[in-house]
């Protein structure tokens, strides 16, 4: 009987592995593709679907069967820990401008010189070529870039505020409650860097201690620390000054009308994001065929749409109907998306590991010398003394029980 | 001090279930937004199901969880079974402890584990091991055998050993009596095993992040890489209808216990009567 149950084992066990290695083999090609999640037209909301469509040119245009297999991530660092553990293969990812850096440095990059591989790369506009993070054009190619400027609500804004159009409006007293924070160290003490006018990449500490000192500053001015609760906040009315990316303006522009835009004039964050093949990739040429494919005018125009961040295509930015379609979602969607002074967007680097670790313990120092702090530590003594009581009152009345009895 | 506990419960009770209701109640709202609820609609259900990624997201987790959760209840069984017919105490308590360890190891050492492990093995030449179901498998039915153990193994304890014995006086064999004796007596709490094997292997997030592969994502992981930008109205309708796929297996879970409980009951009785006699 136990042997029966053993063999039985055995053999579910080599008929699940021999299932597994069939559903991988199969003579289709896998395109194994990891962006952000909901950073690409899926055929949702009668969208077009942009990986069906690849799969479809595939199949008519180069006669081969290709499936692509594609997954998603929250944020550049998971992104990083899945590159670098090597655990698994992607053959076209999406990083940020630093991450980029950050693995063509470590070596996760293949070289791909797309201005050569890649022939819709002539499109590209010159301002997002050569950045620093790939200064010879060699592993990237741009594929949306983002903008952080300052959305605010005209109806519990006054009209004439003269801090509109500054960072200044982000500390003013008289909108105390309603303001709202980046919930990120990188993104809030950038707001403080611009709004004092030092480089958001500065190395110099004193230039931190100040931003956290103007930080402190707004804290008692701050609603909230948030990321994506912005959404609801801003478009709910109930915080009135909150920074965020241009293309998410527009999200909550559709929901909420009185909602405006500006860029500070300060100057402010710009990031890209862009293509990449990982080195260890298995199709590094359909690879490329992918990323050229995602800059056609047709499909870079559907992400474009389904985003709402720029594109930095010109097949994209240059056509007169996505013009039309954008400025219906807000008149000045084009002149918020493509009209703005590069001269003074900064990008932010990956910063060196004494700043970073300067950049995590003054946040934390700020984040924790907050008021709700103190009220922690009352609520957990409250909590302690009250379990404690409940005991005593318990052992008490059992023992009066048992003396009754 | 009557009418104190009774709004403690409420209040207990309405923080409890506050989200679930919220998230339910919006599922239904036509305009994707939480600030007001305009008409109530199945719009988002609708887009659900026409979101393939998501819907085969939900069938590998189906897939994985009913796969690891009859897998961990099936070795977790019979580990229980070898556990409580250890002779030595000392041994016995050893063994317990060491099945206990994985359950309070914090989960993302266990993954981070798990994945170091499942990327040396897969550099190993003979050992073809790619990341994706294979690796989700061992990984779930790894954290789900200690739950199992820890619900069967109580069971075995409160087992009558002499029931056994007098099975094999009577000529049975040893896997006939484990057949007919033991598995009987022990099935409330593998049956309770499985289900939480099952639970737990469907919601976990944190081992299947490091082990899992673009080949095989499971909903947890599918729903948090939505959180990269706004999440989408549709992971509402979805999980709305995990809350109320949860509920009926909790119903039916709660009733078929109840019904076993009766029948145990009826059995112990006369097992007590012949234990005095003797």
């Known amino acids: 009987m136990v042997k029966k149950i053993v063999s039985l084992c055995v053999i579910a066990v080599l008929a699940l592995a021999m299932l597994c290695s069939c559903n991988a083999g199969g003579d289709s090609v896998t395109l194994y593709v990891y962006n952000w999640g909901e950073y690409i037209s899926d055929g949702s909301e009668g969208s077009l679907d942009t990986n069906a469509a690849f799969e479809e040119y595939c199949k008519t245009t180069l006669g081969k069967n290709v499936t692509v297999n594609y997954s998603t991530y929250a944020s550049n660092e998971d992104l990083y820990s899945k590159i670098s553990s090597g655990a698994v293969s992607y053959d076209v990812i999406f990083p940020s401008d630093y991450m980029v850096a950050r693995l063509a440095a470590e070596g996760f990059l293949m070289k791909i010189d797309p201005a050569k591989n890649v022939e819709n790369y002539q499109y590209i506009n010159e301002d997002f070529k050569n950045l620093y993070y790939d200064a010879n054009n060699e592993y990237s190619v741009p594929y949306t870039y983002g903008t952080v400027g300052i959305i605010y609500n005209t109806e519990l804004i006054e009209e004439n505020e003269p801090d509109i159009g500054s960072w200044a409006l982000m500390w003013n007293e008289k909108y105390s409650g309603s303001i709202l924070q980046f919930n990120n160290p990188r993104d809030a003490f950038g707001t403080a860097h611009f709004y004092q006018g030092t480089s958001a990449n500065s190395e110099n500490e004193a230039d931190w201690r100040a931003a956290q000192e103007l930080l402190k500053k707004q804290k008692s001015v701050v609603q909230g620390y948030v990321m994506d609760e912005v959404f609801n906040k801003m478009e709910g009315g109930s915080a009135a000054v909150a920074p965020y990316y241009a293309g998410d303006f527009f999200t909550m522009y559709e929901e909420n009308e009185s909602l405006a835009f500006f860029y500070p004039k300060e100057g402010t964050n710009v990031f890209v994001d862009a293509m990449c093949v990982p080195s260890n990739s298995q199709n590094k040429d359909l690879a490329l065929e992918y990323i050229n494919f995602m800059l056609t005018e047709d499909i870079a125009i559907a992400n474009a749409e389904a985003i709402c961040y720029a594109s930095p295509n010109r097949l994209v930015y240059e056509n007169e109907e996505y013009a039309a379609g954008m400025n219906e979602i807000h008149p000045d969607a084009m002149d918020i998306l493509y009209n703005y002074d590069m001269e003074k967007m900064e990008y932010f680097y990956d910063l060196p590991e004494n700043v970073r670790n300067l950049q995590n313990e003054l946040w934390e120092e700020l984040k924790i010398e907050s008021s709700i702090g103190g009220a922690v530590y009352i609520i957990c003594g409250v909590i302690v003394v009250a379990l404690a009581a409940f005991f005593i009152i318990r052992a008490v009345v059992k023992k009066k029980k048992e003396s009754a009895m | ?278």
């Open chain 2, 1 to 278: 001090m009557k009418t104190l506990s009774r709004i403690y419960m409420v209040l207990v009770f309405a923080l409890l279930y506050a989200p679930i209701i919220v998230l339910v109640l919006f599922s239904f709202n036509e305009r994707g937004s939480l600030n007001q609820f305009t008409t109530f609609s199945f719009y988002w259900y609708a887009e659900l199901f026409r979101d393939a990624t998501a819907l085969g997201a939900l069938k590998n987790s189906l897939y994985l969880a009913i796969s690891s959760s009859v897998l961990a209840t099936v070795i977790g069984t019979l580990a229980a079974f070898g556990i409580n017919n250890l002779r030595s105490r000392y041994i016995k308590t050893v063994i317990r402890s060491v099945t206990n360890i994985p359950m309070m190891n914090p989960d993302i050492v266990t993954g981070v584990s798990m994945m170091l492990l499942f990327v040396f093995a897969s550099t190993m030449p003979f050992l073809p091991l790619k990341f994706g179901f294979v690796t989700m498998l061992i990984a779930h039915t790894t954290f789900n055998i200690p739950y199992v153990i820890l619900s069967v193994l109580p069971r075995f304890a409160q087992m009558d050993k002499h029931l056994t014995e007098a099975a094999l006086d009577l000529g049975c064999t040893p896997a006939g009596s484990f057949f007919r004796i033991e598995l009987p007596y022990v099935l409330p709490g593998v049956v309770s095993g499985l289900m939480l094997g099952f639970t737990l292997s469907l919601d976990d997030f944190v081992i299947s992040h490091f082990v899992s592969s673009p080949d095989f994502q499971t909903l947890p992981l599918y729903v948090y890489t939505q959180t990269a930008h706004k999440v989408k109205f549709s992971m509402y309708a979805l999980c709305a209808l995990m809350v109320f796929a949860i509920l009926i297996l909790l119903l039916l879970v709660n009733f078929a216990g109840s019904f076993n409980l009766g029948k145990s009951k009826v059995k112990r009785k006369p097992k007590t009567g012949v234990k005095e006699n003797g």
